[in-house]
């Protein structure tokens, strides 16, 4: 328990799914208290806020949290970072331990998605009555839809497709068996917002939102929060033995965006910066993937999961479609991926999965998975990315005592 | 005739339309927006280069659902055009997994978004098969 190490005390997530009668409050305030508690600690003792609710980005959620939870006069940060969001409010907690500047830090990211319907690019509008030429394209009428597509469905679609034209294997069904695997995971996981298997066919069969990602293969949308509470090595080794027994080592926190390569203002290249994202991640915590004993990563649709088995290098370069053949990443195989259900299943409340991932990893690093534990397990990675793009990985660790 | 306007301003109608880049002289990197600086090598430098109108399709989906007003389904993708990538939909070909392929051999084609009160024509521009 080394003193510069930082670790989390407490954390925790809410169910995920409809909670018509919570608000973001509620949702965001459950998921605070929640982790405080977990941690043995109270607001009073925490040095900083971060906080995150993407669709509410400009109402500064992290201040509304306190108004119901306590108001101590700590620095709040109220970050957006697209998908990345909870990884970035759990790094800014995570940068103000690790300065010292605080001693213990909350981060907690919440979101109110159901029935949200289909997130696009955003900029659809209508047509001008006359075709005048506006914005940085100088284009005369809306380009989503006329000029490619800005739907999120379509662009991860493209991104999975390009993987199989650059490397080959992949399949409408492949993808589906993806999200066959994660929908099976999630039947495990009581705070997923579904929990229904699925077969091949009738996910093939189901609707189709952007080819190859029919309905189950995208992220559902649905409401959640989670939150973390972050404590210095030095701190920690205060705390009693049973706070102690049950922190888990953050051994690495990284962001990255991604460095200009051809085509990526085209179409958004999630690989680059997630390989960087990784491997800074893997220098940074002294391991490997092949020690990793799981990985939650994010599979916002299946023609994502597929690309981030490569990204994150646990398969050579150009291996997913054979990573995935050979049964690695089921929840019996040998590097188990999205063992929650993954967004397609657990759901995507978008500021909430960057943390709710690291509840994951942490829940299964303490032994208290339940019937979905992944025995023995002593090492997990947890990935987001949010398009612009923004991608945040953790390793985390089981405390050694 | 009908006054024609291009639907975005890197698309040069007439006889022989084409896509034109913005080309950073610093780096080569090329961008098809107004830019400020280069995001390659934040090179203050750039050129118009005409871009190839054949290519390969590298990336596509066939989108079912979209924003209003956008008839469905309809194919959106990116295509190599000999090194510069290009989003566009895939026009005159029907719409589904058995006449689209990755790796297909595509040329670019124009087409028209209508007039508008002006009596202006809109030219649109998609990459269909190369025949």
């Known amino acids: 328990m080394a003193t510069d190490d930082i670790w989390i005390l407490g954390i925790h997530m809410t169910k995920f799914g409809k909670h018509a009668d919570k608000d973001t409050v509620d949702l965001a305030a459950e998921a605070a208290m929640g982790a405080l508690k977990d941690g043995g600690v109270t607001m009073k003792e925490m040095g900083v806020l971060a906080a995150g609710n993407l669709m509410g980005a400009s109402a500064g959620i992290g201040q509304q949290l306190q108004k119901q939870i306590g108001q101590t006069g700590i620095p709040v940060y109220n970050v957006a970072n697209a998908c990345a969001t909870g990884a970035t409010a759990l790094r800014v907690a995570y940068m103000a331990v690790k300065s010292g500047e605080a001693g213990m830090g909350l981060a907690v990211g919440v979101e109110k998605l159901s029935g949200a319907g289909l997130l696009s690019g955003g900029s659809r509008k209508e047509d001008d009555k006359t075709w005048t030429p506006r914005g940085r394209f100088g284009a005369v009428a809306p380009v989503d839809g006329r000029i490619g597509t800005e739907t999120m469905p379509g662009v991860f679609a493209q991104i999975g497709m390009e993987y199989g034209h650059r490397y080959g294997g992949t399949s409408f069904e492949l993808f589906a068996r993806i999200s066959e695997k994660n929908h099976a995971h999630s039947t495990l996981n009581p705070l997923a917002a579904y929990q229904k298997r699925f077969t091949v066919e009738e996910i093939m069969n189901d609707v189709m939102i952007a080819y190859p990602n029919t309905r189950p293969m995208c992220s559902a949308n649905c409401d959640g929060a989670a939150a973390a509470v972050v404590i210095s090595g030095a701190k920690l080794r205060t705390l009693a033995p049973d706070q102690r027994r049950r922190a888990v080592k953050i051994s690495a926190s990284v962001l990255t965006t991604d460095p200009w390569e051809e085509a990526c203002q085209v179409l958004p290249n999630v690989n680059t910066l997630t390989r960087n994202a990784a491997r800074q991640a893997y220098d940074q915590a002294g391991v490997g993937p092949e020690d990793l004993d799981l990985v939650e990563l994010h599979d916002c649709f299946a023609t994502a999961e597929l690309v981030h088995y490569d990204n994150l290098m646990l398969c050579p370069e150009g291996g997913a479609v054979d990573f995935f053949e050979s049964g690695a990443p089921g929840r019996d195989g040998s590097k188990p991926v999205n063992v929650s259900g993954g967004l397609q299943s657990k759901g995507h409340p978008i500021a909430a999965t960057g943390i709710a991932n690291v509840w994951e990893v942490a829940t299964h690093l303490r032994g208290e998975a339940g019937d979905r534990q992944i025995q023995d397990a002593k090492v997990g990675l947890a990935h987001v990315i949010g398009l612009g793009s923004a991608c945040g990985v953790h390793i985390l660790e089981r405390a050694a005592v | 005739m009908t006054e024609q ?66 008839p469905v389904p309809f194919v959106a993708g990116v295509v190599d055009c000999e090194g510069t990538s290009v989003r566009a939909n895939l026009i005159n070909l029907p719409p589904d997994p058995e006449h689209v392929k990755l790796g297909m051999k595509v040329k670019l084609a124009t087409y028209s978004l209508g007039a508008d009160e002006a009596g202006t024509e809109a030219v649109g521009f998609g990459f269909e098969p190369l025949a």
Do not use: M
């Open chain 2, 5 to 70: 306007v291009p639907l975005v301003d890197y698309l040069v109608i007439g006889d022989d339309p084409h896509l034109v880049a913005t080309e950073c002289t610093g780096c080569g990197a090329r961008f098809f927006d107004r830019r400020n600086a280069c995001a390659s090598c934040s090179g203050t430098q750039f050129t118009s280069r005409p871009v190839a109108t054949t290519g390969e399709l590298k990336a596509f989906t066939i989108v079912a659902f979209a924003a209003p007003g956008i």
